[in-house]
């Protein structure tokens, strides 16, 4: 499949019109107009060492949560890293698209696929571009809620500031969401559950009454890449395989 056409049927199911204004998600690299998608990589993002999985094993096209080109490049000879590896993937004819927030927002998407990671059936969409997610959970103690959750996500990049001794309410949210957090609370939400959020942010949001607890930013996004590698396999009919970066304790 041609991987323009590729990206022309993933647009169509995870659409452009549900990407945050100052996103840059979509089809990043194209060595060619004619450039083929026949072995498929699917990543969080496009790190280092998953272009040397790409390289090394044949794949023609990365497709990420994370989009290559965040920012506007000013230069393409390789100064900066994102430049260099754009360059890169030119060089061994290997295309990249980033679907982000549209694939939070977007219906059995990230934060969606996060809720049910955690348990929780979503009642409501809200924040910005609705990637957001408001969970009614029943009274638990905080304690015991963050022990589950980092029990479930592992302790690498666990962080937790306690408000209240019980929750009722939780706003559930994939990768950074800062300023959702006063949106969640004045919904009723008391707990906010997320990848991660700015230290100061946090101790504020616990002072002004919101528990916080932080999976980790790669930790909160990657469940997710099943369901991405799934409408990626079922849109191009091509072999398609999930590469999953090591998180590490410390």
């Known amino acids: 499949m041609k991987t323009c056409e590729l990206y022309k049927k993933l647009d169509e199911i995870i659409p452009s019109s549900l990407s945050c204004e100052w996103d840059n998600d979509g089809l990043s690299v194209l060595p060619s107009p004619e450039h083929e998608s026949k072995r498929i990589l699917i990543a969080l993002d496009v790190r280092n060492e998953v272009i040397d999985y790409a390289e090394k094993n044949g794949f023609d096209t990365i497709v990420t949560h994370h989009p290559l080109i965040f920012s506007p490049l ?9 430049s260099k590896k754009a360059l890169r993937l030119i060089r061994s004819n290997i295309a990249a698209m980033g679907f982000h927030t549209r694939f939070d927002a977007l219906d059995g998407g990230v934060s969606d696929i996060l809720c049910k990671t955690l348990g929780f059936t979503p009642a409501m969409k809200f924040g910005e571009g609705l990637c957001a997610r408001l969970c009614g959970i029943g009274e638990h103690s905080f304690d015991e809620l963050a022990a589950h959750v980092k029990e479930i996500f592992g302790p690498a990049h666990f ?19 800062d300023d959702e957090i006063t949106e969640a609370k004045a919904l009723g939400a008391d707990v906010f559950i997320c990848g991660e959020v700015k230290y100061h942010n946090a101790i504020d949001a616990a002072d002004d009454g919101m528990n916080v607890i932080c999976v980790g930013h790669y930790e909160s996004e990657s469940p997710a890449l099943q369901r991405l590698c799934e409408t990626v396999s079922a849109a191009s009919g091509e072999y398609v395989e999930i590469y999953g970066v090591k998180q590490y304790a410390v």
Not at 74 to 81: I, Q, W, Y
Not at 159 to 177: I, L, S, Y
């Open 74 to 82: 000013k230069e393409l000879c390789g100064e900066t890293v994102v």
């Open 159 to 177: 962080f937790a500031e306690k408000a209240t001794e019980k929750v009722h309410c939780a706003a559930v949210c994939g990768g950074a969401p």
